[in-house]
């Protein structure tokens, strides 16, 4: 088995997803390969090695500084072709989205996304796939070679098993429909503290809030906690607060050591997002809300009275 992992990268770091999907791959024990694609990744791309990649490709031209799909889905199709890798795994995001489906309709290959594992089962390569609202688990599969896998975002953790890469460069060959597009504009959300799929604490909001000017109550228990703030769907779509901190089977996926739910009712789609945390703390003055079924710890009460009591303490206790 030949597995090459497509590495995303943001503001010169490899992404944590990327690096968890060769953990995984790693311990598959096939051979590892990872390629990095943009403008000024060498130094971010040798990193993969101390995760267990033998070799990083690099395709390190101005041409690919805008994060758009086409171009990368160019440079994955020459090296699965050049170097006839069977596997091609993926990182949940936007960007990796598109670029797999696009090389899987250039390679004509097939791609099951969402997995949250994959096993080796006599040989054959087994995709874990949570299907009907995360209910059950179904195994997928390949009918044809290469094989290519979207992973959701914190399937896994990465970890470090020390070494070093070789790094080899990739003459970069773009196709002219590949350079039709160009990124007039990138804009970044404006964060303070941890992301959420990084944060070790998330603090996180529905609509039990009653108003998107209540959320304040959240950031100030997250920010006293060092942790981050999260969101449920419905609180999005109501323009409460931003996709990015959303958290849920059509959000991000997140496993903190600690998630404190406010004001959420505990909807399937959202436990999907959060169930495989540490420790959940649900705050809520419906003694019936679905999550308490699934909280390690309920407090059945007003909210607006609970939180800045409870974000008092902390400070109380942090200094």
């Known amino acids: 088995m030949s597995v090459l992992v497509f590495l995303e990268h943001h503001g010169g770091e490899l992404v944590k997803n990327s690096l968890a999907v060769v953990t995984k791959a790693v311990a598959l024990d096939g051979e590892v390969h990872g390629v990095a694609i943009g403008a000024g990744v060498r130094d971010a791309a040798a990193k993969a090695g ?22 990368r ?13 069977d596997t091609v795994l993926f990182g949940q995001s936007v960007l990796a989205a598109d670029v797999a489906s696009g090389l899987a309709a ?23 796939r949570p299907a009907l609202q995360d209910a059950v688990i179904v195994d ?10 979207l992973f959701r975002s914190g399937a896994f953790d990465p970890k470090e098993t020390g ?15 590949s350079t039709a597009a160009t990124m007039v504009e990138q804009a970044h959300a404006e964060s303070e ?27 100030e228990l997250a920010q006293a906690l060092g942790g981050a703030v999260a969101a449920t769907r419905a609180v999005v779509d109501s323009g409460w607060y931003p996709y990015s901190a959303q ?45 308490f079924e699934f909280a390690d710890l309920g407090i059945v009460g007003d909210l607006h009275e609970i939180v800045p009591k409870l974000t008092e303490l ?6």
């Open 50 to 71: 101390a995760f267990g990649a033998s070799k990083v490709w690099v395709a390190d031209d101005a041409a690919l500084e805008a994060p758009l799909p086409q171009p």
């Open 73 to 85: 889905v160019d440079v994955l199709a020459q090296l699965v072709r050049e170097h006839g890798y």
């Open 106 to 128: 250039r390679l004509e290959a097939g791609l099951n996304w969402d997995l949250t594992d994959l096993v080796s089962q006599d040989g054959t390569l087994v995709g874990k």
């Open 140 to 149: 997928v599969g390949w009918k044809s070679e290469p094989r290519l896998a």
């Open 163 to 177: 070494g070093d890469a070789q790094v080899e460069d990739v003459q970069v060959e773009l196709q002219d429909f």
């Open 193 to 219: 503290g941890p992301s959420i799929e990084d944060a070790q604490v998330i603090v996180a909001g529905g609509r039990g809030l009653g108003a998107p000017e209540n959320f304040k109550l959240v950031e």
């Open 247 to 291: 958290v849920g089977q059509t959000g991000k996926t997140v496993s903190p050591k600690l998630y404190i739910a406010v004001g959420i009712s505990g909807a399937i789609q959202h436990k999907v997002g959060m169930q495989s945390s540490g420790t959940v703390v649900a705050i809520n003055k419906d003694g019936n809300a679905p999550i």
């Open 314 to 319: 902390v400070k109380q206790r942090r200094s």
